[in-house]
């Protein structure tokens, strides 16, 4: 009887050391994944708030290229790693070009190699919304699409939103991060 006791007890350690480890790896595997879904929305975010500095470098509007894309406010940014980094449109995070590649080059794997390169569990897309003012600027507002209201018809930035889905163990994860980028110009 004493050792049918002892067994039980050590069984009983033993689970929870063995619970304990799974729980620790499940949760490693979920942070691992939330610093790349991270680390993509921050990419998307900077890549933004770069446009709007170059438009203003060259004397264009400091949404050029951004809130003035064809069919809507929703895009992906590309790089093949020569030219500039673009946004191209795209109609959802589920549209094919969302999808991010990872990078033949081990530098660089999760650039924004969306038109090359081996394809990943994460997908994303930029959404762009004008930030809007009265005519006197007392009150802002930010759009709910891609023009400014008739009573906040001054368009004084634009709030910039990067949302990065992906699946894991079956289960579709999502995060999203955005930041306002004023025109100070």
Known sequence: ?????VFFIISIGLYAAVALVMSNVTTQE????????????????ELAQNKRDSNWLTSAAFDDGMLSLPGGCTAVPHWD???FPYFEPASSISDANAKV????????????TNQSGTSTRFSRLLTFAPICAKPDHSETTVSP???CLAAYPDKVGMRAKADIQW??????RKLSVYTDLYDWK
């Open 1 to 5: 009887m004493e050792m049918l006791v």
């Open 101 to 112: 590649n990872q990078s033949n080059n081990p530098a660089s794997q999760y650039m924004l």
């Open 167 to 172: 699946v894991t163990k079956g289960r579709t």
């Open 30 to 45: 979920y942070d691992a994944d939330h610093i790349v879904a991270m680390n993509l929305a921050r990419e998307m975010l």
């Open 81 to 83: 790693g020569t030219d």
């Open 145 to 147: 699409g891609c023009t």
